[in-house]
């Protein structure tokens, strides 16, 4: 069966670096895009950043944008979310998500078909 693995997370001061990782199986990795999506205590599920099935195409949310990097290694069928610059309010749970969809869908959690089980990201100010 398909499996998203998300890991990385952790307590950092505000200001550093995490680095997350989403580790996927049973699926053919390079037809997917893969997404980031984050869920702070009492909010909504948000987009973070995605990536297009071969690399070459990432989008950002306006609040990560220049602080996180989003990247893929097909080889390994693993996708990498670089966060620098942390704030207390990236504090949250950060889930990768798979879509055969591209483009703009990236943006949609609703365009997911496979979903990781969540990593949890603190920054203390």
């Known amino acids: 069966q398909v499996q998203l693995v998300a890991s990385g997370g952790g307590l950092v001061q505000a200001g550093g670096s995490l680095r997350l990782s989403c580790a996927a199986s049973g699926l053919i990795f390079s037809s997917y895009g893969v997404g980031w999506f984050r869920q702070a205590p009492g909010k909504e599920r948000e987009f973070v950043a995605a990536?297009?099935?071969?690399?070459?195409?990432?989008y950002y949310a306006a609040s990560v944008k220049g602080r996180f990097t989003i990247s893929r290694d097909n080889a390994s069928n693993t996708v990498y979310l670089q966060m620098n610059s942390l704030k207390a309010e990236d504090t949250a749970v950060f889930y990768c998500?798979?879509?055969?969809?591209?483009?703009?869908?990236?943006?949609?959690?609703?365009?997911?078909?496979?979903w990781g089980q969540g990593t949890q990201v603190t920054v203390s100010s």
């Open positions: 990536i297009s099935r071969s690399g070459t195409s990432t």
């Open positions: 998500a798979a879509t055969p969809y591209s483009g703009r869908s990236y943006m949609f959690l609703g365009n997911y078909d496979y």
